[in-house]
């Protein structure tokens, strides 16, 4: 193919070089002629690409989480372990919990009302009375050197049955009738105020 010099208006052959042989000046080749170079200048559009995939590039680390399957089975693997054993701990806390229940709440509150009347007796220098009973840890009746309340509220056993309270040769005692729900048997929870 032969391409013409804009400048002097000489004609010659493409392989003859960029460069016209008859005045020395640079020909501008057509699009469709010039080897597959990369143009000098570049779109602004391209140039943001470029930049920003060299970010990546350079950014991003090597280890790309999810982007092989066995990476994501992995990972998937090691949260359904995790789970299961964070589940099986919920699981048997809950469990102990369940087991206690009852019997325990019982022996705590009991425990607790005898600790009230251990220091209502400290204070007022007597223990209740089976008439004031434990009405007297909440509310001051009139009593001299009363400090409480000891206790906020009373609530029936487990078993939906009231603490029994009782007093002998001074020392009160206080019980719960336990899952038979029958006074003076084996399964009663008891404490007293003998220290």
Same mark, same amino acid.
Not at 60 to 83: E, N
Not at 121 to 137: Q, S
Not at 159 to 174: H, K
């Given at each position: 193919?032969?391409?013409?010099?804009?400048?002097?208006?000489?004609?010659?052959?493409?392989?003859?070089?960029? /460069?016209?042989?008859?005045?020395?000046? $640079?020909?501008?080749? =057509?699009?469709? +002629?010039?080897?597959?170079?990369?143009? @000098?200048? #570049?779109?602004?559009?391209?140039?943001?690409?470029?930049?920003?995939?060299?970010?990546?590039? /350079?950014?991003?680390?090597?280890?790309? $989480?999810?982007?092989? =399957?066995?990476? +994501?089975?992995?990972?998937?693997?090691? @949260?359904? #372990?995790?789970?299961?054993?964070?589940?099986?701990?919920?699981?048997?806390?809950?469990?102990? /919990?369940?087991?206690?229940?009852?019997?325990?709440?019982?022996?705590?509150?009991?425990?607790?009302?005898?600790?009230?009347?251990?220091?209502?007796?400290?204070?007022?220098?007597?223990?209740?009375?089976?008439?004031?009973?434990?009405?007297?840890?909440?509310?001051?009746?009139?009593?001299?050197?009363?400090?409480?309340?000891?206790?906020?509220?009373?609530?029936?056993?487990?078993?939906?049955?009231?603490?029994?309270?009782?007093?002998?040769?001074?020392?009160?005692?206080?019980?719960?009738?336990?899952?038979?729900?029958?006074?003076?048997?084996?399964?009663?929870?008891?404490?007293?105020?003998?220290?």
């Amino acid at each position: 193919m032969t391409l013409r010099c804009p400048y002097c208006k000489g004609t010659f052959k493409d392989d003859a070089g960029a /460069t016209c042989p008859h005045c020395g000046k $640079f020909v501008n080749r =057509p699009a469709h +002629l010039r080897p597959d170079q990369k143009p @000098l200048r #570049v779109s602004r559009r391209e140039y943001v690409s470029r930049l920003d995939e060299h970010r990546r590039e /350079t950014l991003t680390p090597t280890f790309q $989480f999810g982007r092989k =399957p066995s990476t +994501l089975l992995v990972a998937i693997g090691v @949260l359904v #372990v995790v789970g299961g054993l964070l589940l099986a701990r919920v699981a048997s806390r809950f469990s102990k /919990t369940h087991r206690r229940t009852r019997g325990m709440v019982a022996v705590e509150a009991v425990e607790t009302l005898a600790t009230a009347t251990r220091i209502f007796a400290k204070e007022c220098g007597r223990i209740p009375t089976e008439e004031e009973n434990f009405i007297v840890l909440i509310s001051n009746p009139g009593i001299e050197g009363w400090a409480g309340p000891y206790i906020n509220l009373i609530k029936p056993d487990p078993w939906e049955q009231p603490y029994r309270y009782t007093t002998t040769n001074g020392i009160a005692i206080i019980t719960s009738c336990g899952t038979d729900q029958t006074p003076d048997t084996p399964d009663d929870i008891v404490a007293t105020t003998a220290e």
